[in-house]
């Protein structure tokens, strides 16, 4: 496991959009699995503004994204896909069919999920996985208690993370499910960047990095991948017991 600190949220930010650059750069083809969250704005500016100076292209690439909300038709703002959309997708090169995010509005969210996973089978699994943590560690949206061994499914939002979500929401009502990626889907992309800004992800972060590796803490998971990037900034690095900032 790597661990990147930089001195503030958008340098840590850049630093994650240059490390996508650059995988795009080695494999213009990739297939790239991406998140929402207000973690990861930054992140999209940032790929975007390299895309208007000719430095990336996402023409060739593929995309899957962690989750989506339940019963959320795809044009609603709220929605992870209108949200991809407004914050990155609208703005590069990449081809929108080649862009996936699970399907919350299907009648059969089982069938949804088996779907999702045939498609990144289909892709050929994903290259680079963008990760953001909640504060009580999920990833995705696996929420502590999720098994390791999950795949694609549908799954209950935990109280908290309804409330951290509720300002995405004009009336503040967030679905209260959603389709995500299972933690065994995250582990299987052949390598993972996760970004932690703020201090209120510092004992999320210590816990998934230097806590026990318990399905309490979701992203204590990453510890059994061989290739896990951590970037953060030094409030999120707050809680590690030898952090400093490069
Ligand atoms: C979003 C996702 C979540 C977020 C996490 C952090 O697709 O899967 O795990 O990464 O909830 O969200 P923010 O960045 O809003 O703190």
Known sequence: MRIEIAKTPQAAAESIAARIIKVLTEK?????????????????QA???????????????????????????????????????????DHVDIDHSRTF????????????????????????????????????????????????????RQVSLHPETLKANQGFFADGSVPHHAITMGIATILAARS????????????????????????ECPASALQQHGDVCWVMDTAAAGGLSRAKAS
């Open 192 to 215: 993972i960047l996760v970004l932690a800004t703020g201090g209120a992800k510092s004992t999320a972060v210590s816990q998934a990095i230097e806590g026990p590796v318990s399905a």
């Open 47 to 89: 790929l975007i503004a390299a895309h208007r100076r000719g430095e990336v292209s996402f023409a060739q690439a593929m995309s899957f994204n962690l989750d989506e909300y339940c019963g959320l038709s795809p044009t609603h703002p709220g929605s992870y896909r209108a949200t991809m959309n407004r914050l990155l997708f």
């Open 101 to 152: 995010v699970p399907d919350g509005a299907m009648a059969d969210p089982v069938l949804a999920a088996a779907d999702y996973e045939e498609r990144i089978a289909g892709a050929g699994g994903i290259d680079l996985q963008l990760l953001g943590i909640g504060r009580n560690g999920h990833i995705g949206f696996n929420e502590p208690g999720s098994a390791f061994d999950s795949h694609t």
């Open 28 to 44: 213009p083809d990739a297939v790239l699995g991406l998140a929402t969250g207000a973690t990861m704005e930054p992140v999209y």
